[in-house]
Structures are given as C-alpha cells and as structure tokens.
C-alpha cells in the first residue's frame, strides 16, 4: 500500500510542477489586463465568493461521503473555475480511481494534461473518454488538433476528423473541424510539392 502512494505522489509531483509553471504564465495574463473595474454590491456574493462557498460545502460533503462521485467532479469543476488546477486533478484522479471510465473526469484530465504540453497522456486521457462513451465525441476532435498540431501525425488527424463529422457534431464544432482538415491538407500538399525549378539563365 506505502509503495503505491509513493509512485502515485512521484507522479503527481512533476505533473504539479507542470500545471504550477502553466498558472504563471496564465496569472501574468490576467495582471497585464490591467485592473478591474470598481465592483458593484451584490446582494447574493460576488462570482468568487459564490465558488469559494460552493467549494466549502462540497469539501465538508466529502468528509462524509467521500466515494460520492457527482461531488468529486463538482469540486473539481469548482477548483478549477477558481484556477486551483492541481487540486482539481487530484480530485479527477479520485473519481477514476472509484470510476476509471468515468467520461467527465477524464476530459478534465485530458484538459489539463494538453493545456501543460503532455500530450501522450492527454491523448490517452481522451481515448479513453472515447472508449468509454462512443457518443463523446469531442475527444475525437481533442485528439485530431493534438495528433496535427503537436505530433505532426496528420493523417491520423484527418482519419479522426473524418470519424469526428460522421458523428454529426454541433455547426460550431464543424466549422473547427472543417477548419483544420483545410489547414492539414494544404500543410500535406505543401509538403507533397516538388521543389519550383530554378529560373532560366539568359543568353
């Protein structure tokens, strides 16, 4: 039992790492915004007083209840609204360990994992959504950009996006789709194209 949290701490660890180097430059984002406008009183709590109670009374749910999965996604949606990344993925990886094919937890993981350039593990994160639950096929489309934007597999990327519009997705979700294989085609023929032959010398 004391060796399997070990490996699973080593691994978190430089996962941590990762996501932490990803909220500082998504941080710096935010700051060169410039400041907020003055907020206006609300009479029900500003958005990140309302997390911040949600987040509250779902930790204090969870003491009790600590296997309740719709709980454990919630916190974890919640952690991550509020930019708390490492501990929403801790929470995912609870829900797997209850539920390993649960589609929710791991898109978020899946999320995560792109967004800090692990693509190999997000890319299983998504098939494994996919395998799970057919009929989700917006890890179809997750997995095409990774295969033609980070792994320069691009007819894996096409034969996804392909299976991707056969699923007929959401117009919005098409026109990214169709966007892409534009892109990876023109890319591919570019590629294709024989060298332009060099210009005739005069006489």
Known sequence: MTARVSRRDRAAFGFFCAVAIAIGAMTL???????????????????NQNIEARI????????????????????GDAYLNSRRAMEAFRLFQRTLDIEPGNVHALSDLGSLYQQIGQYDKALDSYRRAFESRPDH?????????????????NARALELLQQFLNSNPEPQLVATAEQEIARIRQVMQAANSPASPAPAGRD
Request: glycine share 8%; charged share 15%; hydrophobic share 35%.
């Open 56 to 75: 509250a009374q779902l930790e204090t749910h969870l003491k009790t209840s600590p296997r309740d999965v719709n709980a454990l996604l919630s916190l």
């Open 29 to 47: 984002g935010f700051l060169v915004k410039g400041p907020a406008a003055k907020p206006q009183p609300q009479a029900q709590g500003t958005p």
């Open 137 to 153: 096929t917006g890890s179809l489309l997750n997995m095409a950009l990774i295969y033609s934007r980070h792994k320069g597999e």
